[in-house]
């Protein structure tokens, strides 16, 4: 008897379920599938050089508001191929005011993106 009352229950949300899920509209034509970044991931991964996947496991920091063309986060980013740069106040990556900060970051970021003028890096694509 306890055992029907288990199927019984089933069956109910079973139905509930199916009921409620058909009432639910459709998803139009026209919505847009969210982006498989996995594969995208994957696709990218499978264009590097092992050397430059090494690099990527790497988050490194320097100290400084400059990076000149010479410095180690140059070479690290160029030669090594880094996977990011934690920019830090505690590394004296800032100086001044706080409302100066947004435009430290671009112009730190900017170089960081091209740390050598003569040896284009090539950009990474996101999303």
Do not use: C
Not at 2 to 27: D, E, K, M, Q
């Amino acid at each position: 008897m306890r055992r029907l009352g288990h199927y019984g229950l089933v069956i109910l949300l079973l139905w509930v379920t199916s009921n409620f899920t058909a009432a639910l509209p459709a998803r139009p034509a026209s919505a847009q599938v969210a982006p498989d970044y996995a594969a995208e991931a994957r696709l990218w991964l499978s264009q590097l050089t092992p050397a430059e996947r090494v690099g990527q496991l790497f988050l490194v920091t320097f100290p400084g508001e400059e990076l000149p063309p010479t410095s180690d986060i140059a070479t690290l980013i160029t030669d090594y191929h880094i996977g990011g740069v934690v920019l830090s106040a505690a590394n004296s990556n800032f100086s001044g005011s706080p409302q100066n900060l947004p435009t430290q970051v671009h112009n730190l970021t900017t170089q960081l993106q091209n740390p050598r003028p003569d040896r284009a890096v090539a950009p990474h694509k996101y999303g």
